[in-house]
């Protein structure tokens, strides 16, 4: 939306009427263009993108009916309203059949004009954000998927609450899956802008030639294929966030026109003489060094510091295997509401599997692993034999005892025994020394000389 009441134009052969009208809604700070013919408007229509067209019914040459029908193919997301002194219910049924979104009678009453496309552009704004709620709702994304324990994520979630309130740019660097976009989406959670669409956007999952129009829009005819005239995200991030993931990923041409969108608030859809304002806050993430990247000049180094005005690093998850556990319970009671389990947790065995993974794939492949062996297992505790098999193998654990012989096999089924008895009566150890069949004071030796 350019400007944050809306563009308007205003389509009436009486010059009185339409100048008037005119200044009305300039009063109401909205940025209005008009035009005297239908024709006229067309050619507008074609240079330009306006969220709501007011047009007079009876005109010379083309009516307002023919607009109306020109339009839609022109610019189907633009909002449309009718006006005319000759009223029918004939003249109402066919220009709501035709796309009108209201229908007025004039002489106009201001007052109801205004509220009339007032509300056409709420209702637009809803279904926008009607389209992106079930994501939202679904991700869940917010301060509590920031799970850690280490003193670096209480710094990272110091940063977010520092950067969340300003329009700066952001730029999040780390490895894939490490958890980019949950800083991102804390950030917009955190913002002014949290009532706002929250836009994400893959710059690598696009093909180059589309990724252009999806992000900046595009006229009806800019291209073969190009059937209608289409914003692009940005314009219908309208206040919110745009959140640009793998942005190292841009071809060398859309940085130019990154850069212009940072500097000017402005973006130029593909087709387009006249630029079209945004208000959006742009957040991005990477995986690349961005620094060689400059070096070997495939990224812009202007657009790095456009970029980069505010920088958070998301460490891998090897690096900060202390917040395994943490993340594991999270994600555990995470999976129990989508797939209506009642995990308690893993066990000690999983746990060491987990602990000791490499983690290539940081956060996401822990989830991954989780959710798999929430399905495969059938306990209250997930235990190493519900991990995917790679996972052991790749951990560098076996399944078997510590060793072959007899007392290191006793040991070890020992231990477990008796730690599978102290988990499923939540650690009672006068219950589990009454189920053991041994004293209270043998237990807790067993348990020191075990290890448990």
Same mark, same amino acid.
């Given at each position: 939306?350019?400007?944050? #009441?809306?563009?308007? =134009?205003? *389509?009436?052969?009486?010059?009185?009427? /339409?100048?008037?009208?005119?200044?009305? =809604?300039?009063?109401?700070?909205?940025?209005?263009?008009?035009?005297?013919?239908?024709?006229?408007?067309?050619? @507008?229509?074609?240079?330009?993108?306006?969220?709501?067209?007011?047009?007079?019914?009876?005109?010379?040459?083309?009516?307002?009916?023919?607009?109306?029908?020109?339009? %839609?193919?022109?610019?189907?997301? @633009?909002?449309?309203?009718?006006? @005319? !002194?000759?009223?029918?219910?004939?003249? !109402?049924?066919?220009?709501?059949?035709?796309?009108?979104?209201?229908?007025?009678?004039?002489?106009?009453?201001?007052?109801?004009?205004?509220?009339?496309?007032?509300?056409?552009?709420? /209702?637009?704004?809803? !279904?926008?954000?009607?389209?992106?709620?079930?994501? +939202?709702?679904?991700?869940?994304?917010?301060?509590?998927?920031?799970?850690?324990?280490?003193?670096?994520?209480?710094?990272?979630?110091?940063?977010?609450?520092?950067?969340?309130? @300003?329009? #700066? &740019?952001? =730029?999040?660097?780390?490895?894939?899956?490490?958890?980019?976009?949950? *800083?991102?989406? !804390?950030?917009?959670?955190? #913002?002014?802008?949290? $009532?706002?669409?929250?836009?994400?956007?893959?710059?690598?999952?696009?093909?180059?030639?589309?990724?252009?129009?999806?992000?900046?829009?595009?006229?009806?005819?800019?291209?073969?294929?190009?059937?209608?005239?289409?914003?692009?995200?940005?314009?219908?991030?309208?206040?919110?966030?745009?959140?640009? $993931?793998?942005?190292?990923?841009?071809?060398?041409?859309?940085?130019?026109?990154?850069?212009?969108?940072?500097?000017?608030?402005?973006?130029?859809?593909?087709?387009?003489?006249?630029?079209?304002?945004?208000?959006? %806050?742009?957040?991005?993430?990477?995986?690349?060094? =961005?620094?060689?990247?400059?070096?070997?000049?495939?990224?812009?180094?202007?657009?790095?510091? /456009?970029?980069?005005?505010?920088?958070?690093?998301?460490?891998?998850?090897?690096?900060? /295997?202390?917040?395994?556990?943490?993340?594991?319970?999270?994600?555990?009671?995470?999976?129990?509401? $989508?797939?209506?389990?009642?995990?308690?947790?893993? $066990?000690?065995?999983?746990?060491? *599997?987990?602990?000791?993974?490499?983690?290539?794939?940081?956060?996401?492949?822990?989830?991954?692993?989780? +959710?798999?062996?929430?399905?495969?297992?059938?306990?209250?505790?997930? &235990?190493?034999?519900?991990?995917?098999?790679?996972?052991?193998?790749?951990?560098?654990?076996?399944?078997?005892?510590?060793?072959?012989?007899?007392?290191?096999?006793?040991?070890?089924?020992?231990?477990?025994?008796?730690?599978?008895?102290?988990?499923?009566?939540?650690?009672?150890?006068?219950?589990? #020394?009454?189920?053991?069949?041994?004293?209270?004071?043998?237990?807790?030796?067993?348990?020191?000389?075990?290890?448990?």
């Amino acid at each position: 939306m350019v400007g944050m #009441s809306g563009h308007v =134009l205003v *389509v009436d052969d009486e010059g009185a009427s /339409r100048e008037s009208l005119v200044d009305v =809604l300039v009063e109401e700070d909205f940025e209005v263009a008009s035009a005297s013919s239908g024709e006229e408007a067309l050619e @507008t229509l074609k240079n330009a993108e306006f969220d709501l067209i007011l047009t007079d019914l009876r005109m010379p040459g083309m009516d307002g009916i023919a607009l109306l029908r020109e339009a %839609r193919k022109l610019c189907p997301q @633009t909002l449309l309203i009718l006006m @005319t !002194a000759y009223a029918s219910v004939e003249t !109402a049924v066919e220009a709501l059949h035709q796309g009108a979104h209201d229908y007025m009678i004039k002489p106009l009453v201001y007052e109801d004009v205004l509220a009339k496309i007032r509300r056409l552009l709420e /209702r637009r704004e809803l !279904a926008w954000q009607i389209q992106y709620l079930r994501r +939202e709702v679904e991700s869940r994304y917010d301060f509590e998927n920031l799970v850690g324990d280490r003193k670096v994520m209480r710094e990272i979630v110091g940063l977010i609450r520092k950067v969340a309130p @300003t329009n #700066s &740019t952001v =730029l999040i660097t780390g490895e894939s899956g490490a958890g980019k976009e949950v *800083v991102a989406r !804390a950030i917009h959670r955190e #913002s002014e802008r949290s $009532d706002r669409i929250f836009l994400p956007v893959n710059c690598g999952a696009i093909p180059e030639e589309l990724l252009e129009s999806q992000l900046f829009g595009h006229l009806r005819g800019a291209f073969t294929g190009a059937v209608a005239t289409q914003e692009g995200l940005f314009q219908r991030a309208r206040g919110g966030t745009i959140f640009l $993931d793998e942005v190292g990923e841009l071809p060398l041409a859309l940085q130019v026109k990154l850069l212009r969108a940072i500097e000017e608030k402005e973006v130029l859809p593909i087709g387009a003489t006249n630029p079209v304002k945004v208000d959006i %806050r742009i957040v991005a993430a990477t995986n690349r060094e =961005l620094e060689q990247s400059i070096q070997e000049g495939s990224f812009r180094e202007d657009l790095y510091y /456009r970029l980069n005005v505010f920088g958070i690093a998301i460490p891998p998850l090897r690096e900060r /295997r202390e917040d395994i556990p943490s993340l594991v319970e999270f994600l555990v009671n995470r999976h129990n509401i $989508d797939m209506n389990k009642h995990f308690r947790g893993v $066990d000690n065995g999983a746990m060491k *599997v987990l602990m000791k993974m490499p983690w290539k794939g940081n956060i996401r492949e822990l989830d991954n692993v989780i +959710e798999h062996a929430m399905i495969v297992g059938d306990g209250e505790w997930i &235990t190493s034999n519900d991990l995917p098999g790679r996972i052991s193998a790749q951990a560098g654990i076996e399944n078997a005892f510590a060793g072959d012989d007899l007392k290191s096999a006793m040991r070890f089924y020992e231990r477990n025994h008796m730690i599978n008895v102290l988990k499923r009566i939540d650690g009672d150890k006068k219950r589990a #020394s009454e189920l053991l069949g041994i004293s209270l004071s043998s237990l807790y030796r067993k348990i020191e000389e075990l290890g448990i």
